[in-house]
């Protein structure tokens, strides 16, 4: 069992949570590895934030396009963050956005060592299951 503190020590809250479900049965390599890989690939809430607070200053939507968004990137590109409503919305949700696309990383992660190496086939992705 890995110890997610270990392995990604910046984690909080409910992504901290989540890795360590997907970290309890890899061992230290395994652990490691995914560690490395994850922690390139996954976006940080306060960039997120700073990228969203940007859509103040013109340069609205930028939060969207590092979350993969593009297309909701160019509309609020296009319509200044939707008027800024859509900015403020999201400036609300900051969190949850970089939460959300965490999550989706870490199993692109999970997927390629699985796929790749077979290092992880019995994986328990469901964060409902308590198996």
Known sequence: MANVLRHLPELEGMEL???QGIL???DDDQANLFAQ???ARRKDNQMVLILCLLGF?????LHRFIL???GLGILYILTLGLCFIGTIVDLVNYKSLAYEYNIKVAHETLSMMSNNSNFYPNVNTNPNDKA
């Open 57 to 61: 200053f013109g340069f609205a939507g």
């Open 68 to 70: 993969g968004q593009i």
């Open 24 to 26: 309890k049965n890899m």
């Open 37 to 39: 890989v994850y922690r």
């Open 17 to 19: 949570g989540y890795i």
